[in-house]
């Protein structure tokens, strides 16, 4: 019987090996390369969300203790409409019997008035301002809710590259791409 040729398949096996390591070694390190790039993304932007958030809740502060300090203004303005009336009340005995009030009970009730205007400005004032530090924080809010759905979905985006790498997936590492490229819009939308 005639011998058959012998062919190599240990040499050609090692060969198909190493082709599907490099090649394996390959994808492994792009999906290595793009998920350390999403996750610098997701810290970037866990940091704007916290710093935001942080930054709303000190213009929140603020804008309490601008409210209390209108509160405090409105009140003083409702003491020195009282003192006016209280000063024109006092008037009334004398003119009842047709005698002229002192002069400075009249004097008193116009300063009490005039006093009452500058406070009422001061009050509004106030009240601007703890609005306008209001809506900032709103903004700000509003903005640290974008950031932290960038974060999730670049955690999501994460964790489908560490899935896409253990099953060697292409599908599964573009939907990890996909889902990262929605963080870092969500990420830059807030950051215009």
């Known amino acids: 019987m005639p011998e058959q040729p012998e062919v190599e398949t240990e040499g050609l096996r090692e060969a198909i090996h190493e082709e599907m390591e490099r090649e394996g070694g390959r994808f492994l390190r792009t999906i290595a390369l793009t998920t350390a790039i999403l996750a610098a993304f997701a810290a970037i932007a866990a940091l704007r969300a916290g710093a935001t958030a942080n930054e709303a809740l000190v213009l929140k502060t603020e804008a309490t203790r601008l409210q209390a300090q209108a509160s405090d203004q409105w009140a003083y303005y409702q003491a020195k409409g ?111």
């Open 82 to 192: 009282i003192k006016a009336a209280v000063a024109e009340a006092t008037e009334a005995p004398w003119r009842s019997l047709g005698k002229a009030p002192p002069a400075d009970l009249q004097e008193r009730a116009q300063r009490y008035e005039k006093e009452q205007e500058e406070i009422k400005r001061g009050a509004e004032e106030k009240e601007k301002e703890r609005d306008a530090k209001s809506a900032e924080a709103d903004h700000l809010l509003h903005q640290h809710h974008g950031f932290a759905n960038s974060v999730a979905l670049l955690q999501v985006s994460i964790a489908l590259g560490a899935l896409a790498a253990l099953t060697r997936a292409r599908p599964v590492w573009i939907a990890s791409l996909a889902v990262g490229a929605a963080g870092l819009a969500f990420m830059g939308s807030q950051l215009l």
